[in-house]
Nanobody
Framework: QVQLVESGGGLVQAGASLRLSCAPS????????MGWFRQGPDKEREFVAAFGWSGVTTYYSDSVKGRFTISRDNVKNTMYLQMNSLKPEDTAVYYC?????????????????????WGKGTLVTVSS
């Protein structure tokens, strides 16, 4: 069992940056593929970014590509989501997730059903 704890959310103005963190307890995140999802007001949960099993391959949604960067610190056992040039439409609860499902190639880890464990989320609010 792995527990995921997100942090780093907050209220910022459009154009600002935030960095979210996710620290799994109980297991090393190298045992999983890891990802970020978000759920905005009155919206379904959507994929944001992910690492594949290798910890090298990354996946991004088109809506954040070029603005968000997923990274990890193996020493600290922590995953990050650097969010730059934030827009009001980025307002959402951001969730960290871990997947024990192995997938290689394009289109991996973009669906929530591929993930086994979820954090409780951290709220990001971007004002215009």
């Amino acid at each position: 069992q792995v527990q995921l704890v997100e942090s780093g959310g907050g209220l910022v103005q459009a154009g600002a940056s935030l960095r979210l963190s996710c620290a799994p307890s109980g297991r090393s995140f190298s045992d999983y593929a890891m990802g970020w999802f978000r759920q905005g007001p009155d919206k379904e949960r959507e994929f944001v970014a992910a690492f594949g099993w290798s910890g090298v391959t990354t996946y991004y949604s088109d809506s954040v590509k070029g603005r968000f960067t997923i990274s990890r610190d193996n020493v600290k056992n922590t995953m990050y989501l650097q969010m730059n040039s934030l827009k009001p439409e980025d307002t959402a609860v951001y969730y960290c997730a871990a997947s024990s499902y192995y997938c290689a190639g394009s289109g991996c880890y973009v669906a929530s059903h591929e993930y086994d464990y979820w954090g409780k989320g951290t709220l990001v609010t971007v004002s215009s």
